[in-house]
């Protein structure tokens, strides 16, 4: 029972355009978002996060949207560069627990 | 900016054989995650630990332990190892804020465990 689901196991993007991944989760419990980047053979690294309270949360290139009615959240990158290709995962968390939940990733490739 | 440690980085082990993962946190980090990583797979929440107490458990199976020690470091422990817990293992840690609010995570490097 997958409750964090990112549905595009890849997405390719020329260089400078915008990169949009895509996650839908089911647990409406849920009230807390991540976006994390992955490299090879390195851990996750932290990117960005919104609340349940908010519907968007900006820093810098990275625009996470949160729509809470559609159960879904959208990592925006604008504009994409080489290093930003990675594997992506979002991941959720109800408040009061200790653990993420995880989606299944998508892998980025921004095109130069 | 100092960042999560694991150690080992790599690790080969026997069927039945057991391992210790070690997971020392960012300074002034008082929780501890622990996550597993098969294969094309995503991160599965194993257990935390919050000021040296086990603060959640997830899927973790009853041939693992872990705990968090004095100076916040943590050990996970795999005893009668088999062919399927070869994965890597994160580590993550996290100040935890009392205001009830979610913390951010941060991981480590990982731990790449082979059973043979």
């Known amino acids: 029972d997958q409750q964090v689901k990112q549905n595009s196991p890849s997405l390719s993007v020329q260089e400078g355009r915008i990169s949009i991944l895509n996650c839908d989760y089911t647990?409406?419990?849920?009230?807390?978002f991540l976006w994390y980047k992955k490299y090879p053979a390195e851990g996750p690294t932290f990117l960005i996060s919104?609340?349940?309270?908010?519907d968007k949360n900006e820093d810098g290139r990275f625009t996470v949207f949160l729509n809470k009615s559609a159960k879904h959240l959208s990592l925006h990158i604008v504009p994409s560069q080489p290093g930003d290709s990675a594997v992506y995962f979002c991941a959720a968390s109800v408040k009061g627990t200790y653990k993420y939940i995880f989606g299944t990733g998508t892998r980025l490739k921004v095109l130069a | 900016a100092a960042g999560v440690i694991q150690s080992p980085r790599h690790l080969i082990k026997e069927k039945r054989e057991t391992a210790t993962l070690k997971c020392y946190p960012i300074p002034r980090h008082d929780t501890v995650y622990w996550y597993q990583q098969g294969p094309g797979q995503d991160p599965q929440f194993l257990i935390s630990?919050?000021?040296?107490?086990?603060?959640d458990k997830g899927s973790i199976p009853d041939r693992f332990s872990a705990q968090q020690f004095s100076d916040y470091h943590s050990e996970l422990n795999m005893s009668s190892l088999e062919l399927g817990d070869s994965a890597l293992y994160f580590c993550?840690?996290?100040?935890?804020?009392?205001?009830?609010?979610?913390?951010?995570?941060?991981f480590g490097p990982g731990t790449r465990l082979t059973v043979l």
């Open positions: 647990n409406s419990m849920f009230d807390y």
């Open positions: 630990f919050y000021e040296k107490m086990q603060s």
């Open positions: 993550a840690s996290s100040f935890h804020r009392t205001s009830g609010s979610t913390d951010t995570q941060y």
């Open positions: 919104i609340s349940s309270i908010k």
